[in-house]
T-cell receptor
Framework: DAGVIQSPRHEVTEMGQEVTLRCKPI?????LFWYRQTMMRGLELLIY????????DSGMPEDRFSAKMPNASFSTLKIQPSEPRDSAVYFC?????????????FGAGSRLTVL | KQEVTQIPAALSVPEGENLVLNCSFT??????LQWFRQDPGKGLTSLLL?????REQTSGRLNASLDKSSGRSTLYIAASQPGDSATYLC??????????FGKGTMLLVSP
């Protein structure tokens, strides 16, 4: 398996533009997580899907952020409109079952810079 | 709210030294604790997972211990090598989906 695949790896955009980050989880994994990493706040969970259904989105910062998982092999995280404070590395991770007893496998991340 | 603290924030050692990374958490009601490694510009790689009922886990030169009652975990790295240079993150699991991360310890092992 190629692991968790994220795209784009790097994105530079201007404030106000729409940003869409993509994730392909490991085949067979039924849980998918979106995390954001910054120097100030470290890693924060944004949203968690189980069997394509959003279970916990309490970490989504505000209405400008939305996430979808239309099928078991694809998820998107959208920011509209983007702001400079959204600059961070966004990670997608997947696991078989919840993140409890099962190891999370992380993607390489998408580094977002909003100017 | 669970808070995870890792000390030190950065550590520099010469090759061959044994070292200990520390992790503390405020809420002892955890399901498990995981240690991850993150290389620059890369994602996280899980190193060890310790269930709440366990005291330690070992993998090669790595040994992680857990004292749930005191809210502490340590990651012991034996005979460190330059290839061990990375950021090490501790994360505790306190709900079905809630994994709270520390900010990590940046380790540099010099030849």
């Amino acid at each position: 398996d190629a692991g968790v695949i994220q795209s784009p790896r790097h994105e530079v955009t201007e404030m106000g533009q729409e940003v869409t980050l993509r994730c392909k989880p490991i085949s067979g994994h039924n849980s998918l997580f979106w995390y954001r990493q910054t120097m100030m706040r470290g890693l924060e969970l944004l949203i968690y899907f189980n069997n394509n259904v959003p279970i916990d989105d309490s970490g989504m910062p505000e209405d400008r952020f939305s996430a979808k998982m239309p099928n078991a092999s694809f998820s998107t995280l959208k920011i509209q409109p983007s702001e400079p404070r959204d600059s961070a590395v966004y990670f997608c991770a997947s696991s078989l079952g919840g993140s409890g007893a099962n190891v999370l496998t992380f993607g390489a991340g998408s580094r977002l810079t909003v100017l | 709210k669970q808070e995870v603290t890792q000390i030190p924030a950065a550590l520099s050692v010469p090759e061959g030294e044994n070292l200990v990374l520390n992790c503390s958490f405020t809420d002892s009601a955890i399901y498990n604790l995981q240690w991850f490694r993150q290389d620059p510009g890369k994602g996280l790689t899980s190193l060890l997972l310790i269930q709440s009922s366990q005291r330690e886990q070992t993998s090669g030169r790595l040994n992680a211990s857990l004292d749930k009652s005191s809210g502490r975990s340590t990651l012991y790295i034996a005979a460190s090598q330059p290839g061990d240079s990375a950021t090490y993150l501790c994360a505790v699991h306190t709900g079905y989906s809630t994994l709270t991360f520390g900010k990590g310890t940046m380790l540099l092992v010099s030849p």
